[in-house]
């Protein structure tokens, strides 16, 4: 019966260069992966966060009503500055039960025969109020918000939890749009008010507070005047 040899590897021979075709396809494979990646990155590269106020074609947010093919192109909210008032009033409700107990000591003989217990129930009821005060200026400032589509101009007015009032027009409808800036504190925080006048309207679209305000007006001038544009 003959021996059955099975022949060790030559080490000696030379490797077979990869052909020129596989190279080109590899190459192509790793382009194809870096464009996916690119494409995956820009897709959520402006997402909205809590605290946006102004966004350029916006990653992530949609709409009720909104159609097929619509995309929302700018996002405005109030800029953030116009808190701080509500932010620093609410700070010093805060902490001025700090100061309370020196206040008590004027008033010895008429205040202190409360039992602890009230105290601490008064001490629970007043940072609720303060909590609420809090939240309700908070919801207020996020939930209105101003929606500039590929097709219409969203408002959204919020206020006090009770009530919500949506209004939309037409970018076709559009007749100018204009904002103002008065005061060294707009100046300087670069916000102002955005008006879009519509003809035979009673009432215009008021953005008020917007955040870089004449970067929007540009952006609306620009859609409106596509709009307008005849076509061939």
């Given at each position: 019966?003959?021996?059955?040899?099975?022949?060790?590897?030559?080490?000696?021979?030379?490797?077979?260069?990869?052909?020129?075709?596989?190279?080109?396809?590899?190459?192509?494979?790793?382009?194809?992966?870096?464009?996916?990646?690119?494409?995956?990155?820009?897709?959520?590269?402006?997402?909205?966060?809590?605290?946006?106020?102004?966004?350029?074609?916006?990653?992530?947010?949609?709409?009720?009503?909104?159609?097929?093919?619509?995309?929302?192109?700018?996002?405005?909210?109030?800029?953030?500055?116009?808190?701080?008032?509500?932010?620093?009033?609410?700070?010093?409700?805060?902490?001025?039960?700090?100061?309370?107990?020196?206040?008590?000591?004027?008033?010895?003989?008429?205040?202190?025969?409360?039992?602890?217990?009230?105290?601490?129930?008064?001490?629970?009821?007043?940072?609720?109020?303060?909590?609420?005060?809090?939240?309700?200026?908070?919801?207020?400032?996020?939930?209105?918000?101003?929606?500039?589509?590929?097709?219409?101009?969203?408002d959204i007015n919020f206020s006090n939890l009770v009530y919500k009032d949506i209004a939309t027009t037409e970018l076709s409808?559009?007749?100018?749009?204009?904002?103002?800036?008065?005061?060294?504190?707009?100046?300087?925080?670069?916000?102002?008010?955005?008006?879009?006048?519509?003809?035979?309207?009673?009432?215009?679209?008021?953005?008020?507070?917007?955040?870089q305000p004449e970067n929007a007006v540009q952006i609306l001038d620009n859609l409106i005047r596509k709009e307008n544009e005849p076509t061939s």
């Open positions: 019966m003959p021996d059955i040899f099975i022949a060790e590897p030559n080490n000696d021979v030379p490797p077979t260069p990869p052909r020129e075709d596989s190279i080109l396809e590899q190459r192509a494979k790793s382009k194809q992966k870096l464009f996916s990646e690119e494409e995956s990155l820009s897709s959520a590269k402006n997402p909205v966060h809590l605290f946006s106020a102004f966004k350029k074609n916006p990653d992530g947010i949609t709409f009720r009503d909104q159609e097929e093919g619509e995309k929302i192109l700018l996002f405005v909210r109030r800029s953030f500055i116009t808190n701080l008032k509500w932010i620093l009033l609410g700070t010093f409700l805060a902490i001025l039960p700090v100061f309370l107990p020196l206040l008590l000591q004027s008033f010895q003989s008429s205040l202190l025969f409360f039992p602890a217990k009230f105290y601490l129930m008064l001490g629970l009821f007043y940072y609720l109020f303060v909590a609420i005060y809090w939240h309700i200026n908070f919801i207020t400032w996020y939930f209105n918000i101003d929606l500039v589509t590929n097709k219409r101009i969203i409808f559009v007749h100018d749009v204009s904002f103002s800036q008065v005061g060294a504190i707009r100046t300087f925080f670069d916000y102002g008010t955005v008006l879009i006048q519509i003809p035979g309207a009673t009432d215009a679209f008021i953005f008020e507070s917007t955040p």
